[in-house]
């Protein structure tokens, strides 16, 4: 809460978001979280809510096109930034590479923390395309990138709980769908 | 049989008829649903494990901007205290009526207001004081307030003379073994939003069987049973603890009437843990009797769970001991300890999961200690009828799970002893299970109608919760009706749809498939000559044989590699293989998925999973995925699941369901593996790090050091 400098307290401010290229204005409580202004001030539903405490993934975004938690990233702290939801992963009406690998390759059951396990599973495939290591991975010199085994997506995707435990079928939908995810950017 | 010719759609692998509402964030959860003039009500939860309320003290909150009001037991329209479910009268539904807190966890007042966040932000105000009394969560099976359980699922077994057959047999073990309470946690919380109109209740509700859920509504509100209209879409997930009514549902219906508005109440994640059933922990102590040759000559089973006083429930952990293998005498007994919790709820497998866990982890000492080979010992005892009930078997391709299983393996290779596969600081082992589930189907009933454009709806209570419910009754209609799927409109998860099976007891599909297949047929014989729109409506009730002359269950065998890191106790499983006997498989994709999700389920609780309660407050410690590990992508090696070629005769399709078995099996299967690398026996779930190394480390004196 903020004083406005007439003494009183102000709770709600008004800001600016892009989601999926669409320009946004909204009035927001300061407490809001990403997830909940993308979900009821936006109508962008497919974004999920497991834990609202940054421990399952399903909230997972892309912020500026890194994956972030928009559980535990208040609206008012995106205002500005570029943000991508599984709304925003297919273009025109086609599905995108990995959203086609999972409904094939069958990489959900429920489906609920789907949205999450696709826009993580796009933020880290830029972020290996970008060379970054793993915990798995054996060398993490700058100048490799490391080969985008299995192990390493499950390693890199451990931060998406799935509790119908579609993780091999998600895992295989990943890497599967990883050369034509390049290509399509 | 196929007027389109039309090729078969049941048998065929085919992608979830909803997926790409999936993958677009499209398909609408309960909480996705936009809802004019919607309040929010937050939960408060008791923070004692017994005792009464002394005050709540609202009067902060009252005066939040945003807040409508607080809801408790003094403001709070009354329900039926008779009201319940499955077991009977649950006393744990009617909320918020009287200062009793009967555990730890439980709602005792909703704050409501015109945002979540003015709704959380009031809630934490909220000063709560109590008379504390003194709390019994310590479950044992040798607690003295425990009691047989109720026989719902029928007698126990008593065959034979168990300790003559004890006393004649060569080896005797006789082990006790400790499943911990474990959570559901469905991704998705739990749920619901809530609106009255014109003397109906209507609410749009997470759960695993809208039709079932709307009965008991109707008498908690005591409504007219046709008054309450509750919709389940899209679920994500349930493994059970969406099979009760919430307290999700309960509160928003009493608030929407309280305060005149649309009301949604969601579970936080640590609201679900502490404020929704748990699988119970249980306490199974087994004895078995074998001959120097192998074969078994006595088998008993005595299982122990903790349960609320408020409501009955039954863990049927010795379901295996009566049916897995032929012995001249069989014992079960099931005790249940009514502790100061909240009932607890079916969860996946229910009873098969942890009793098969003691069961055949038993067997499998036998094996060890007779020196037999595990997968031959399960083999040499095979019966030729229900070794209790005494009737043949519907289907029985038990054998054939596990030598097709054995063969893929390679089991054939395994070195018998324990301890001997080292690879660094990796011991390595393998280990096999067995399982029977129980199978069958519950009353359904299902419209079709042949429109006039030649397509056919079909309108059932069914509920997808991920299960493939929708995908695969599509199937079953397309065939029945001789179509192709394409002409099938199927309308699912409502209550209005008329009384169905939820998704629950592995029998929601073939439960709703049978209704589907009986009202194909009526329909057709119907439509002969007529005029479209056609309908037929069949409810299968009278059409159950519930004293059918055959035992019906579904069978697996699970095989496990493990690698147990002797320096850090890590137990990482390496594969996994499960061999099914599940009926015919109506789509074998979308079929595979279900038994591999129910293997990790198995797997995390045989490695990860344990609901810990402090034993001063009686409060779950372990209340979020920090303190409660599910198995993560990490954890999870690659698994294969298959299928054996197998028909249930009871059934007109040949179905059986398979939502549960999957889990059953795979905690023993692992835990036979364990012991096979390291060679020590864990007894007790899960085995996670802290075991390990201190039973490696007793290993790992040097006197004890095994063949590298
Ligand atoms: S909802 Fe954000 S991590 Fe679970
Ligand atoms: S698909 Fe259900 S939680 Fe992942």
Known sequence: ?185 | MNPDGITAAVGESRPRIEGRLKVTGAARYTADVPVAGLAHGWVVTATVSRGRIRDIDAGEALAQPGVLGVLDHRNARRLNPDAGQYFGPDRSLPLLQDEVVAYAGRPIALVVAETPEQARAAAATVRVTYDAEPHDIEFSLAHPAARPASTLFGPEADTGDLEAELAASALVVDEVYHTPEENHSAMEPHVATAWWQDGHLHALDSDQGPFGISQVMASLFLIDPERAHIRAEHVGGGFGGKTVCGPQLILAAMAAEHFGRPVRVALTRRQVFLATGSRPPTEQRVRIGADADGRFRAVHHHAAFALSPLAEYIEWCTEQARTLYAAPAIRTELTAVPLDLLPPCSMRGPGATPGSFAFESAVDEVAERLGIDPLRLRLLNQPEVGPVSGRPFSSRRLVACLQEGARRFGWAQRDPRPRVRREGDLLVGTGVAAVAFIAGVFPSSATITAETDGTFSVRIGATDIGTGARTALIAVAADALGVGVERIRMHIGDSDLGMAAGAGGSRGTTSCAFAIVETAKALREKLAGATTPVTASVDTTPLINWRPDEDRYTYSAVFAEVTVDVATGEVRVRRLLGMFAVGRVINPLLARSQLIGGMIGGLSMALHEEGVRDPVTGRLVTADFAGYHISAHADVPGIEADFVADYEPQDPSGFNGLGEIGNAGVAAAIANAVWHATGTRHRTLPISLGRVVESVAAQDRPQAVGVA
């Open chain 1, 1 to 185: 809460m903020t004083d406005n400098g007439r003494g009183e307290i102000e709770t709600r401010s008004e800001i600016s978001l892009r989601v999926n290229d669409v320009d946004y204005r909204v009035a927001v409580d300061n407490r809001r979280t990403l997830l909940d202004a993308v979900r009821d001030d936006l109508g962008l539903t497919g974004t999920k809510k497991g834990c609202d405490h940054g421990q399952c993934g399903a909230c997972t975004v892309l912020l500026g096109g890194r994956r972030v938690l928009s559980c535990l990233t208040l609206a008012v702290a995106a205002e500005g930034a570029a943000v991508t939801t599984v709304e925003g992963l297919a273009g025109d009406g086609e599905l995108r590479p990995i959203q086609e690998a999972f409904v094939r390759l069958d990489g959900f059951q429920c489906g609920f923390c789907t949205p999450g396990q696709l826009c993580s599973a796009v933020g880290m495939l830029a972020e290996h395309a970008a060379g970054w290591p793993s915990a798995v991975t054996r060398d993490g010199s700058p100048e490799r990138t490391p080969e985008l085994t299995e192990e390493e997506i499950r390693e890199r995707m451990s931060g998406n709980l799935c509790r119908c435990s579609a993780y091999p079928s998600i895992v295989r939908a990943i890497l599967e769908a990883s050369a034509r995810e390049a290509v399509a950017g």
